[in-house]
């Protein structure tokens, strides 16, 4: 089976090469999104157990989500 030796892409007859760049913008976005979504889901959990948290723990909720969310997608990528 043959890469391109530019995007690692199969090259086969209709290969078009999307470039370097574009794919590690695509890649990085997709993993902000994921971490994105892994504090918006931490920070509704959260306030649906507690009524009123306080500042420091709503912000080691977000840390520890985001955190956790990014190695959950990174694991999933491979």
Same mark, same amino acid.
């Given at each position: 089976?043959?890469?391109?030796?530019?995007?690692?892409? @199969?090259?086969?007859?209709?290969?078009?090469?999307?470039?370097?760049?574009?794919?590690?913008?695509?890649? !990085?976005?997709?993993? #902000?999104?994921?971490?994105? !979504?892994?504090?918006?889901?931490?920070? #509704?959990?959260?306030?649906?157990?507690? #009524?009123?948290?306080?500042?420091?723990? #709503?912000?080691?909720?977000?840390? *520890?989500? *985001? @955190?956790?969310?990014?190695?959950?997608?990174?694991? !999933?990528?491979?």
């Amino acid at each position: 089976m043959a890469t391109c030796p530019r995007c690692h892409g @199969f090259l086969g007859p209709s290969h078009r090469c999307v470039g370097v760049w574009r794919q590690r913008l695509r890649t !990085a976005g997709i993993g #902000a999104a994921a971490m994105l !979504a892994g504090f918006i889901v931490a920070e #509704a959990a959260l306030y649906a157990f507690v #009524a009123e948290p306080s500042d420091l723990v #709503a912000g080691v909720v977000a840390v *520890i989500s *985001i @955190f956790l969310s990014h190695a959950v997608w990174e694991a !999933a990528r491979r």
